[in-house]
């Protein structure tokens, strides 16, 4: 098993541009998240899923949209990027059949560093 | 609102010293608390959970409702545990969001 793919690992924008971080799991779990990682901030919850056609926000959702049409994928989107927005993403997934989504540990990406200009 | 502080960016300690990484939480309901590390060039992993109530590489940690904290500690240092800490908060009312805490860096000298 792969675990938690993130990809891409680097990525440098223009302020204004688009573009969709990818997340994908083979380990067929049902809760999906994307956190960004900020120096001095720790980790801040973007958006989750707890099943496939099911999102939901975190606690810094704005300028982020996300999807979920299949169980493997969680695609990030930023619609126009800005410099705010540099930082670490790191996407987790964990299986959550008994409900709660942290009773099995939460598996996470390596990482997409992203620098907007 | 679910808030999970730790107020040591960094802590250092030698080689066999303690050592104690400060969480303190905010919420009113019954909170389930996580302590996750990043060893360097590693992904993010679990490292115990309060329910568990298991020594995981030599640390513990106790859940102390009345003066809210989860403070992760270990008696005796080793380089090998020089990493980032980060404490984290799901709640019993919501359980579909995992709150972080800013970090705690842990350098152990040899």
């Known amino acids: 098993n792969a675990g938690v793919t993130q990809t891409p690992k680097f990525q440098v924008l223009k302020t204004g541009q688009s573009m969709t971080l990818q997340c994908a799991q083979d380990?067929?779990?049902?809760?999906m998240s994307w956190y960004r990682q900020d120096p001095g901030m720790g980790l801040r919850l973007i958006h989750y899923?707890?099943?496939?056609?099911?999102?939901d926000q975190g606690e810094v959702p704005n300028g982020y949209n996300v999807s979920r049409s299949t169980t493997e994928d969680f695609p990030l989107r930023l619609l126009s990027a800005a410099p705010s927005q540099t930082s670490v993403y790191f996407c987790?997934?964990?299986?959550?059949?008994?409900?709660?989504?942290?009773?099995?540990?939460?598996?996470f990406g390596d990482g997409t560093r992203l620098s907007i200009l | 609102a679910q808030r999970v502080t730790q107020p040591e960016k960094l802590l250092s300690v030698f080689k066999g010293a303690p050592v104690e990484l400060k969480c303190n939480y905010s919420?009113?309901?019954?909170?389930?608390l996580f302590w996750y590390v990043q060893y360097s060039r590693q992904r993010l992993q679990l490292l115990l959970r309060?329910?568990s109530r298991e020594s995981i590489k030599g640390f513990t940690a106790d859940l102390n409702k009345g003066e809210t904290s989860f403070h992760l500690k270990k008696p005796f240092a080793q380089e090998e545990d020089s990493a980032m800490y980060y404490c984290?908060?799901?709640?019993?009312?919501?359980?579909?969001?995992?709150?972080f805490g800013t970090g705690t860096r842990l350098q152990v000298f040899p």
């Open positions: 899923s707890v099943g496939a056609g099911i999102t």
């Open positions: 984290a908060l799901s709640s019993s009312y919501n359980t579909d969001k995992l709150i």
């Open positions: 309060h329910i």
């Open positions: 380990m067929n779990h049902e809760y």
């Open positions: 919420y009113s309901g019954s909170p389930e």
């Open positions: 987790a997934s964990s299986y959550s059949g008994t409900g709660n989504p942290f009773d099995q540990p939460q598996h």
